[in-house]
Structures are given as C-alpha cells and as structure tokens.
C-alpha cells in the first residue's frame, strides 16, 4: 500500500502464485489463471476508495476497524464500500462470463448447437 501525491491510498494487488500439479493439471492451471485475469481486470475498474476497502478486507484480512484506520473514514463508510465494491465486482464477473459464454457459442459450429 502507498500513498500518492494526494494522499489517496493506492493498493499494490497481491495475486496468488500459479497453481502446482502435474501434467494432467494444464486445464486446472489454465482456467484458474484465466479466473484471476478476470479478477484482476475486474478489480481494476471498480472505483478506487471500494477498490482499496476490499482489498484490505479481503485480501490483506483486514478488520473493519483497522481498514476504517487506515482509510481514516467511518466505520460506516468502510462497510458501504466493501459492500457496494463487493457487489460491482460480482456484476463484473458475472458480465465477463456471459461474454465468454456467447463467444463459445459464436465459435461453435452450427452442428453443435442445440
């Protein structure tokens, strides 16, 4: 976490490491990378202050108080952004996968179809 020129708090993103297995888990290793790509973009466009409250919360594991101390906003505030960043994050996804389940079906041949 640093502080910009403003004083507004920019979050360093931690993503996990690449998953392990053998050979039989290129698919697994494939779609989990594919998975954290789509949150990573996904976290990318939500607004800045939700942005850093759920990362804080969920990925440093942060308690409402300490957040709400290290944003130094209400407690209230703290829980809307999570709350609010929480649920643009799911419309994010979401919109995501319904886009690549149309490209599937775009690529399909027509004998595939239903």
Known sequence: MSRSVTGTVRMETPYPSEPTGGEGDSEAAYLSRELRDDIRIAVDRIRSDHRAALVLRYMRSLSYAEITETLNVLDGTVKSWVSRG????????????RGRRKTAEDDAPASALP
């Open 86 to 97: 929480g649920t643009v994050l799911r419309s994010l996804l979401a919109e995501g996968e």
